[in-house]
């Protein structure tokens, strides 16, 4: 059996072509998960079960007419979808799946991940700019809004782990769980404000303010078709994925077994434990997106800044001085 | 019909001899119609003083105007009694107190059509004043924008007019050339200055946004020209007329009975609703009494289809504020639903299933199986929609005191139905004035408190479930006996009785050619629709149909009541407050 | 690395300059966004990973964002292409820029007579050493920036109420 270590050109191959895969399934998946909850079937023609139907979607967006509005301004508006896919895997290039299994291994891997949720909101700004159409604008001018807003709080409610593991590598707040248990007790309203502010950030329902559909049609993306509008479509599901196995790596134990439940092989019990805990965080977001009601967009803005900021920040307030105090 | 017009004439309405006293006997002239409501003839100069009596000094008062119409009465033949006029202008305020209405006429010539506006009376008269510069061409001076409204701004004539072609074949083939288009499209082009509205104020320039004619939720194709500051809405003008079919032009081409189906098509959510006040209204100038089995069917599919129309209203509501899945429950309800609908009357959205004096068939056997099963299955999903929707807090917020009318509001604006009762005026024309056999029925009449986007919303989810309540009222006591009435003006007529021999027969054959032929009278009826009061207002002048039919929407009237409601609030509001004022585009523009 | 170096330099270069002569200002915002990136790059290869991503989070991330955000709300036509392009003659900028050219020619100078910058990419200064030198040595420094910071803070908030 080959060797497993973190960065080699066969984990880089395997993760990515994974993630990518993963990506597309979870879009039938929730296509059917979300059917089977509102009282319908969803996608089930293409292919057993309808497994088939991203394929099937894949290729219709690329035969699609890829259509730039003469009135758009090109550069912009060609290079905005390429931005969130992109950004969201290399996101994934720093999360742990099993012990030897990733393809980074950064000292500051929690700061990257928050860096290119940064540079993830361009894109929808960039779209809403550039598309040149007044729904897109406001679109745009949400997502600037909302993004740049809850990254603060997000950014704000991690620093507890970071404080109580000391560090920003993934790996070592993995094994600084598997020593001091899940952090989610400890971090509990961290836990909170990243999983609110986390689903902000990838705009899913019910923060998808900058589509808002039934108020300003297709927000950001009312101009996009074919491959491009599917490039935002796939970076929002691969965003949902990176946000599904972010949660686990960062209060949930990562790869580690709960309750003794460990698999004989260290490696394939990181990857089962670590899809499986992904899998339930993907499957509570389809449950919330089956849910919950979109918030105004100053019911929004206030309850971050008014609630999320305050939380997060006494969050780490509290961490830092009981931290001190058990140093002392 | 001489006999109902002697007995009205012995006693004179209150409201009639009220007005002879302000204003002298001189100053009016009494008309007698088939169904007793009070007509008067005033002149123009006096209209508006009338009017104004009306609403503010007679007791009880007349708070609203519930509809402003014209008639073209140059072609008609029977007008015993009335004065000479080529034009007429016709208001009908109506009284919430009093629980009466009464018709006020004004006659104009050709060469002069002009009446004075009645906006500074009621704000609601400002479309319908629209409609009749549009349709009919009589100017109301003093209007702030007589602009067309339901025809394109490059029509030429007037629509409603008697010498305007009817059909397509009578005028010259269309052809879209592009200049036209350009021209047309030109036309479509939203000038702020038009409405009075500014593009910019001292500190920030205002975005025009054209929410619609294709929106998500629109909820049909209506324009909304928003004038937004950031995401602020400051104003909106509601442009409509997209689905303009012109069916009271229709009416005047069809007989009585084949006008049927296309009053399912006027809101198209409320399926046979819509054939139950003109079908009444012809009954009435018919004088046909339809027996009970007949009104409580009529009650049941009714009531059938209010569900499906407030059920569509619930989950499209929802969807608008960002709750996804109510939606598709309300739409497996609505499935349940039109199955039932489908197995009675053999379609599911326009069944066009009522007629003069009866209903198309008996009701199948085993029929209330189905009914049953869905009198024990829906209150339950009722209250499961009530823990996910209206229990939750997030829909709360986003719906408490936005788009907030008070009773007197919804008067000026002559809002009806949920809109109205939301404010906390209990007044449901089921209940105040029973037709087809209400007052049989135990039911609620729920209000709400506030009138705002959440009120409308809850008295509407309530009204469903009394709606059950009705069906299973009708299910437990349907009365057996003939699904038509036993009266030679039935249409169609009963058809054991046309073989009997030659005359039966011939009988037969002309009241399936032309239908019933009936005294010229005027005839209002009026009921509690899904979404407000529907009220058909017929001219009969003896021939085979109508001469004019005049249809009043709950929808037209309430849509310009929308700026209204959503100055000042964000675009998410405007979305729900356009929701809960649930109208139909066809219902909208006829 | 220091091939890495090289590439991120000459694309920091580049696309500053690309950013000062766009009349559109979203494409302006665009480049300068790109040599903000390679700046990051450079400082990671230099060993300065905190300072790298800093750069990404903080000036690509957020102050930009707020760029594009202004640039949203103005809603920038075309009059103001044609406005920049007349900015962008010659008899504007040549001035200002044949007194910096003397001042390039100093620091390069200086650069190149100067061999005492150490090799690069041998230290790596980690997240913890940075915040022990910022709370260390240099906490006076710190609360002034933040006193600074929360000054300009109140100052915007005061003129958002009005």
């Known amino acids: 059996m080959f060797e497993f270590v973190v960065g080699s050109p066969l984990n880089i191959v395997l993760i990515l072509g994974a993630v990518l895969v993963a990506a597309a399934l979870l879009i039938w998946v929730e296509r059917r998960v979300l059917g089977f909850l509102n009282e319908r079937l969803g996608p089930n023609r293409v292919g057993p079960w309808g497994i088939a139907q991203s394929l099937a979607d894949v290729g219709k967006l690329i035969t699609k007419e890829d259509w730039v509005p003469p009135f758009a301004d090109k550069l912009p508006f060609i290079v905005a979808p390429i931005i969130v896919p992109v950004v969201m895997l290399l996101s994934f290039a720093v999360i742990p799946i099993a012990p030897g299994v990733g393809i980074m291994d950064l000292n500051i891997g929690l700061l990257w991940v928050l860096a290119m949720a940064g540079l993830g909101s361009y894109s929808a700004m960039l779209g809403g700019l550039a598309s040149n159409n007044k729904f897109s604008l406001l679109g745009g001018l949400r997502a600037a809004g909302q993004m740049i807003s809850y990254e603060v709080f997000m950014g704000i409610s991690i620093l507890g782990i970071v404080i109580l593991s000391d560090s920003f590598n993934l790996r070592e707040i993995v094994e600084a769980q598997h020593k001091h248990g899940w952090f989610v007790f400890p971090q509990f309203i961290g836990f909170i404000v990243f999983v609110i502010a986390g689903l902000a950030e990838t705009k899913r329902w019910p923060f998808d303010l900058a589509e808002g559909e039934s108020e300003i049609i297709s927000g950001f993306n009312t101009e996009y078709s074919g491959m491009k509008f599917g490039l935002f479509f796939v970076g929002e599901y691969i965003g949902m994925l990176l946000l599904s196995a972010l949660i686990p790596v960062l209060f949930f134990g990562g790869w580690y077994a709960p309750f003794g439940l460990e698999l004989p092989n260290a490696i394939i019990s990181g990857i089962f434990w670590m899809c499986a805990k992904t899998g339930c965080w993907i499957f509570f977001f389809i449950l919330v997106r089956a849910a919950l009601v979109r918030p105004r967009y100053d019911q929004l803005m206030n309850y971050g800044w008014l609630v999320m900021l305050p939380l997060s920040l006494l969050n780490l307030l509290v961490t830092g001085a009981v931290v001190l105090a058990q140093g002392n | ?590 | 690395m220091n091939l890495l170096f090289y590439i991120a330099a000459v694309v920091s270069v580049l696309s500053t300059l690309i950013a000062i002569t766009r009349v559109n200002v979203t494409h302006a915002l665009l480049y300068f966004i790109l040599s903000l990136i390679s700046l990051a790059t450079i400082f990671y290869t230099i060993g300065a990973h905190f300072a790298a991503v800093l750069e990404v989070i903080v000036y690509a991330g957020a102050i930009m964002v707020m760029y594009v955000f202004v640039a949203m709300m103005l809603n920038l036509g075309h009059a103001t292409i044609d406005q920049e392009r007349a900015w962008l003659k010659p008899t504007i900028w040549i001035g200002p820029s044949l007194m910096a050219a003397p001042l390039l020619a100093a620091l390069v100078f200086v650069l190149l007579k100067d061999t005492s910058a150490a090799e690069m990419g041998h230290t790596v200064t980690a997240a913890k050493q940075v915040g022990i030198a910022l709370f260390g040595p240099y906490v006076l420094a710190v609360e002034l920036a933040s006193m600074l910071l929360l000054a300009g803070l109140v100052g915007a908030y005061h003129l958002a109420r009005k």
Not at chain 2, 31 to 46: F, I, N
Not at chain 2, 191 to 214: A, I, Q, V
């Open chain 2, 1 to 590: 019909m001489n006999a109902a017009a002697n007995t009205a004439n012995a006693e004179l309405p209150a409201v009639i001899k009220a007005l002879y006293e302000k204003f002298g006997e001189s100053a009016f002239v009494r008309q007698h119609t088939a169904e007793g409501m009070p007509t008067l003839w005033t002149g123009r100069d006096k209209v508006l003083a009338v009017l104004r009596y009306l609403r503010d000094e007679h007791r009880p008062r007349y708070e609203m105007l519930l509809d402003v119409t014209a008639i073209d009465e140059r072609t008609r033949i029977n007008r015993q009694g009335q004065p000479a006029s080529d034009f007429t202008v016709v208001y009908h305020p109506t009284s919430f107190s009093g629980n009466c209405d009464i018709r006020i006429k004004v006659a104009l010539q050709m060469n002069d059509l002009n009446m004075p506006t009645a906006i500074p009376l009621w704000s609601s008269a400002n479309w319908q004043e629209r409609e009749i510069w549009d349709l009919f061409g009589i100017v109301f001076t003093g209007h702030p924008n007589l602009s067309r409204i339901l025809c394109p701004p490059t029509w030429k004539g007037h629509a409603l007019r008697k010498d305007h072609p009817a059909r397509a074949t009578e005028m010259e083939p269309y052809r879209m050339s592009d200049e036209i288009q350009d021209r047309e499209q030109e036309a479509l082009r939203f000038k702020p200055e038009e409405w009075g509205l500014t593009r910019k104020s001292e500190n920030s320039e205002f975005m025009f946004l054209n929410f619609g004619p294709n929106h998500p939720a629109a909820h049909g194709v209506i324009r909304f020209a928003l004038q937004l500051d950031g995401e602020n809405v400051l104003d909106v003008v509601p442009d409509v007329g997209y689905h303009h079919r012109g069916a009271e032009k229709m009416a005047e081409r069809q007989t009585w009975h084949t006008f049927i189906p296309y009053t399912d098509r006027i809101d198209y959510l409320g399926g046979v609703m819509n054939n139950l006040p003109y079908v009444m209204a012809v009954e009435k100038m018919a004088g046909i009494k339809v027996p009970q089995r007949v009104e409580v069917i009529r009650v049941m599919l009714a009531e059938f289809f209010r569900i499906c129309s407030h059920l569509l209203f619930y989950g499209t509501w929802a969807v608008d504020l960002g709750q996804l899945s109510p939606l598709f429950y309300c739409f497996v309800d609505r499935e349940k639903a039109f199955n039932i609908i489908e197995s009675i009357t053999g379609a599911r959205m326009h069944p066009g299933w009522f007629r003069i004096g009866g209903v198309a068939q008996d009701l199948p056997k085993g029929w209330d199986k189905l009914i049953r099963e869905f009198v024990d299955y829906f209150p339950a999903r009722l209250a499961e929609y009530d823990k996910m929707v209206m229990a939750n807090s997030m829909i709360r917020q986003r719906t408490r005191g936005v788009g907030v009318i008070d009773t007197a509001g919804a008067f000026d604006w002559a809002m009806t139905g949920p809109a109205l009762r939301a404010t906390g005026l209990e007044w449901d024309y089921r209940k105040q004035r029973p037709y087809s056999g209400y007052e049989n029925f135990e039911f609620e009449v729920p209000i709400g408190v506030n009138g705002d986007c959440y009120d409308r919303a809850a008295v509407r989810v309530e009204e469903m479930r009394q709606s059950c309540r009705i069906i299973k009222q009708c299910l437990e006591n349907m009365p057996e006996g003939p699904y038509k009435a036993d009266h030679p003006l039935t249409t169609p007529p009963i058809k054991e009785k046309s073989k009997l021999d030659i005359e039966t027969l011939i009988n037969h054959f002309l009241s399936v050619s032309w239908g019933p032929v009936m005294d010229p009278t005027e005839v209002t009826m009026t009921i509690e629709a899904t979404k407000g009061l529907n009220m058909y207002y017929l001219i009969n002048d003896g021939g085979i149909g109508s001469y004019r039919t005049r249809i009043r929407t709950p929808s037209f009237i309430h849509i310009q009541a929308i700026p209204f409601l959503s100055r000042g609030l964000m675009l998410a509001d405007f979305t729900a407050v356009v929701a809960t004022t649930d109208f139909v585009m066809a219902d909208v523009d006829r």
